[in-house]
């Protein structure tokens, strides 16, 4: 119940095309689902997170829809570049500051 | 800001050694750090939950007497592997938060290799 499962496990994107990835929880509990973004080497870094309670967040080129009834979230990159290629990783918490299950990750990599 | 820095980026011991790996928040005072582990090619694993001055909760699995956690101040924690050998080669990284509404920011890890 504490899995977050994780798809695709790669994903090749052209340049200026959209990557997206999905995620799928189960614990209800959840109420924190951010994702992070991991280049070899370093350790991961926020992107952008959501709360429950709204269906969709914006930053930049990077969109996070949440479908609560389906336990299902995703990250949308818009107008993908070569320097997005990277691992990404959704998560989820029950509080902001809790201890996060991570999904299996995503590599992505944004050809030219 | 929310600057954590993890020392040493890369360690290389033998077999049997004990190694202390220490997370540092630069810029603010973290209530909560935590302990990952990440092999090759996965995702990160949680080893420990670590609060200024309180003993660290494990995470089922993980072996207290080997991974030691001390956090005794509000911008240190280290993690000490003890006796450690090859197949805790990985790579450890920390994060920190500074209160209950806000989220964990990563340190840059620290890569093991045991000989």
């Known amino acids: 119940q504490q899995q977050v499962k994780q798809s695709p496990q790669s994903l090749i994107v052209q340049k200026g095309g959209i990557s997206i990835i999905n995620c799928a929880y189960e614990?209800?509990?959840?109420?924190?689902f951010p994702w992070y973004q991991q280049f070899p080497g370093k350790g991961p870094a926020l992107l952008i997170a959501?709360?429950?309670?709204?269906s969709e967040k914006k930053e930049g080129r990077f969109t996070i829809s949440f479908n609560k009834s389906a336990k299902q979230f995703s990250l949308h990159i818009m107008d993908s570049q070569p320097g997005d290629s990277a691992t990404y990783f959704c998560?989820?918490?029950?509080?902001?500051?809790?201890?996060?299950?991570f999904g299996t990750g995503t590599r992505l990599q944004v050809t030219l | 800001g929310a600057v954590v820095s993890q020392h040493p980026s890369w360690v290389i011991c033998k077999s049997g050694t004990s190694v202390k790996i220490e997370c540092r928040s630069l810029?603010?005072?973290?209530?909560?750090m935590f302990w990952y582990r990440q092999f090759p090619k996965q995702s990160l694993m949680l080893m420990a939950t670590?609060?200024?001055?309180?003993?660290?909760?494990?995470e089922q699995g993980v072996e207290k007497d080997k991974f030691l956690i001390n956090h005794a101040s509000l911008t240190l924690s280290t993690l000490t592997v003890t006796s450690a050998h090859p197949e805790d080669s990985s790579f450890y990284i920390c994060?920190?938060?500074?209160?209950?509404?806000?989220?964990?920011?990563f340190g840059d890890g620290t890569r093991l290799s045991i000989l």
């Open positions: 959501i709360r429950p309670d709204v």
């Open positions: 810029d603010f005072q973290a209530t909560t």
């Open positions: 998560a989820a918490s029950t509080g902001t500051a809790s201890k996060l299950t």
């Open positions: 670590s609060n200024e001055g309180s003993k660290a909760t494990y």
């Open positions: 994060s920190a938060v500074w209160g209950a509404n806000q989220p964990q920011h």
């Open positions: 614990n209800t509990a959840f109420d924190y």
